[in-house]
């Protein structure tokens, strides 16, 4: 853990927060305050995924998710048990 006085810290600033991504840091101002410097490493959601622009409306989108649920239904309908022809 390194301690710095807050001018020290001020002028170096950048290079302290890349010191605080490896240890804590701590800030001692001249009336004995101090303050600590922790890096937060968050992780982020597999669903954080950037945006696409399209010219697609919402009705256009729900139209074609409809058009793929009735296509899946129609392919997962069972044959008909009964017998052709006789």
Do not use: H
């Not at 950048?14 to 101002?29: K, T, W, Y």
């Not at 890096?39 to 409809?66: C, E, H, V, W, Y």
């Not at 239904?73 to 044959?79: C, K, T, V």
Request: glycine share 4%; net charge positive; charged share 30%.
């Amino acid at each position: 853990m390194k301690v710095y006085t807050y001018s020290e810290a001020r002028q170096r600033f950048a290079e302290i927060l890349n010191i605080a991504r490896e240890e804590d840091v701590i800030i001692q101002r001249r009336g004995g305050e101090t303050f600590t410097i922790a890096f937060n490493r968050t992780s982020r959601s597999p669903f954080a995924i950037p945006g696409i622009k399209t010219k697609a409306t919402t009705a256009d989108i729900l139209q074609a998710i409809k058009d793929s649920r009735e296509i899946i239904a129609e392919s997962s309908d069972p044959p008909d048990p009964r017998p052709s022809g006789r």
